[in-house]
């Protein structure tokens, strides 16, 4: 097949992928800084997962991981979510279990809030955000995304919000305590964050 003839094809498909390599920004080159987690709380991944109750209204959950331990300190649900949320919801979980060093987050509003920077500024956490388009900057979440959703959000229906805080509450425990995680030895999370085993702090 010859070049005119793809194109008429590409145009009659009403196809628009673009051909040109899009410039790159400086924030967008591929960051050499990058250390991997040597303990618990040196890095922290964060995203937020969609769902809703059986009544169709809609879920935001903010999901965190611990990338060096893969335990996670909260899953939290809400309706809706600010930065000043994001906020809370960190220092309520930080004061259980201690500040992380770094925190991986995207670029959604809630992550780049003056809420957040602030918090982060005074607390001494850095916030390392992905590059626009490139979730596998973010990976540990995304990993830790999709268990969730495979194991917890498609196995459960949500009566209310108070409903799906304990379903997912004893979704993340049981992640934490009991299941095994191949990437760290096939022992629960608490293990590697605590060696003497004692119970995640229920959130």
């Known amino acids: 097949m010859n070049l005119k003839k793809v194109y008429r094809l590409y145009r009659e498909l009403g196809l628009q992928l673009r051909n040109k390599t899009p410039k790159r920004r400086v924030k967008a080159k591929l960051r050499e800084d990058r250390a991997p987690a040597n303990r618990p709380n040196d890095v922290w991944a964060m995203d937020f997962v969609h769902d809703q109750l059986a009544t169709g209204r ?38 259980k279990i201690g500040y992380p060093k770094t925190i991986r987050v995207d670029n959604g509003s809630e992550f780049i809030s003056r809420d957040m920077d602030l918090w982060a500024y005074q607390r001494g956490v850095t916030l390392d955000f992905s590059r626009p388009g490139k979730p596998t900057d973010n990976a540990f979440i995304e990993a830790f995304n999709s268990k969730l959703r495979s194991e917890c959000l498609n196995a459960h229906w949500f009566l209310n919000l108070q409903d799906a805080c304990e379903k997912l509450e004893a979704w993340r425990r049981h992640y934490n305590e009991e299941r095994p995680h191949s990437a760290i030895g096939n022992i629960p999370p608490i293990m590697l964050a605590n060696s003497a085993g004692e119970t995640s702090p229920r959130f």
Do not use: H, M, N, W
């Not at 996670?72 to 979510?81: A, E, L």
């Not at 930065?83 to 919801?89: I, Q, S």
């Open 58 to 95: 809609k879920l935001r959950i903010l999901t965190v991981v611990d990338t060096f331990s893969r335990l996670s300190p909260v899953i939290d649900p809400r309706f809706s979510y600010r930065g000043e949320d994001v906020v809370a919801t960190l220092e309520q979980a930080c004061r």
